[in-house]
């Protein structure tokens, strides 16, 4: 097929997608019904701290093959930092101790062998149950596999699968915890190094992605909401956008790259997740001290990850539903006041701006997991793409570039 490519959606998933396939030569539409691209990874003036910041904070690491390809791909590879080795430093509030945690490059754990190296507190056999997740049956959860209990479990294992899955770990889906262990501590420290984007999301991840996209003939049309597909048959024949009605000859084909509560009415009888996990991020204008590392993980507190970008401390707390109602003020003191027992700030409270997204990520639980579909659709020229869809991870970054790369090669195989 060289017919056009209709996306629609401008995150990274419809982003990703467009990539591949003007790779291929493909002509492609990107439809995004908001005003800006990159969805749940976008950048924006914020007036309230009079700076630009990011409207989450994301975390790649450095065996997140896909999203480096894709990064590769848009030239903004150079646009992430981090360490040269995996360190991932963490302070306990409720005890005060600090330790940092540094995996060897290598596969072979032997970073565990070491006092100074492993998480305080453990000792070499603590790390032998973890083994069980790679080998978790369907439908299982993480509480079902192993104990989440002790010092292990506390001091990286709940830190690293809540961030990851979204969702306290216990009743998260074993499958993705499965997935999350085997891509990074199973890969070995050269896989675990942390990667931030410090000019911000939209600079690294979107803007770039834009204009290769560009480059290439591909056609973005913003606040271009799409109403209804328009079935016949076995195809989609139209895409009908309110005002304005796109017949689809032969040979095109649409990717819906979508949030599942978008496509779900879209699709007849489309399966999708249906619960969803919050995120809170805080953003505070203040220069981070110099001695404050990219990302610090913090215990026993309401804060779980503290990034440092040049003028501005942000914060991520996942799986924040309890969060999202609060006075939002009274929420932003009780998270400076613990950024400022973690780092040495002062505790004035700086200008601040609390960022609630309530539909963060589907909630990763097993029955949730199993709602995901494939991006093969029964439509021969309609794919899916999104986080949300069958990838094997959580909802993640490197989970919505994978999703758009598969639903780009289902468009590219067809007849």
């Known amino acids: 097929m060289n017919g056009t490519v209709h996306i629609i959606g401008a995150g990274l998933a419809g982003l990703s997608a467009a990539l591949k396939l003007t790779q291929r030569g493909r002509s492609v539409v990107v439809h995004e019904a908001t005003a800006f691209a990159g969805g749940r990874c976008r950048s924006y003036h914020d007036a309230a701290v009079g700076m630009t910041i990011d409207n989450g904070n994301h975390l790649l690491l450095s065996g997140n093959q896909a999203a480096l390809a894709y990064l590769r791909d848009i030239g903004a590879a150079d646009r992430l930092v981090g360490p040269a080795h995996a360190e991932f430093p963490f302070v306990d509030l409720a005890s005060g101790v600090r330790w940092t945690l540094r995996f060897n490059d290598g596969r072979l754990p032997f970073w565990i062998f070491d006092a100074k190296r492993r998480v305080p507190g453990t000792r070499v056999l603590d790390y032998l149950p973890l083994a069980r997740l790679l080998r978790a049956a369907p439908g299982q959860a993480v509480g079902d596999v192993i104990v989440c209990d002790g010092a292990l479990y506390k001091r990286l294992v709940e830190p690293l699968l809540l961030a990851a899955l979204n969702i306290d770990p216990p009743q998260g889906a074993a499958r993705l915890a499965s997935a999350v262990i085997r891509e990074t501590l199973a890969a070995g420290g050269r896989a675990c190094r942390p990667l931030i ?50 017949a689809l000859a032969a040979d095109d084909a649409v990717i819906l790259a979508v949030p599942p509560y978008v496509a779900a009415p879209l699709v007849q009888n489309l399966v999708v997740p249906t619960e969803f996990r919050a995120i809170v991020n805080a953003h505070f204008r203040i220069a981070p001290p110099a001695d404050l590392p990219a990302i610090l993980g ?6 779980e990850w503290i990034f440092a970008f ?13 969060l999202v109602d609060g006075a939002r003020d009274v929420l932003a003191k009780t998270i400076w006041s613990e950024v400022a ?52 991870l959580p909802a993640t970054i490197e989970g919505a570039i994978r999703s758009g790369n598969r639903a780009a090669e289902v468009v590219a195989r067809l007849p």
């Open 197 to 246: 984007a410090r000019e911000g999301l939209g600079a690294t991840l979107i803007e770039p992605a834009l204009a290769h996209l560009q480059q290439r003939g591909a056609v973005l049309q913003l606040e271009h909401q799409l109403r209804a597909l328009r079935f016949a048959g076995e195809r989609v024949e139209a895409l009908d956008f309110g005002g304005e009605t796109v």
């Open 298 to 303: 913090v215990l026993n507190g309401t804060v």
């Open 341 to 392: 027992a973690a780092t040495g700030l002062p505790a004035d409270l700086p200008p601040w701006q609390i960022v609630r997204e309530r539909r963060a990520t589907f909630a990763a639980t097993p029955a949730q997991d199993a709602k995901r579909p494939a991006s093969e659709t029964r439509w021969r020229n309609l794919a899916l793409a999104g986080d949300w869809t069958d990838t094997g």
């Open 310 to 322: 040049p003028g501005r401390v942000s914060v991520t707390i996942s799986a924040g539903d309890r």
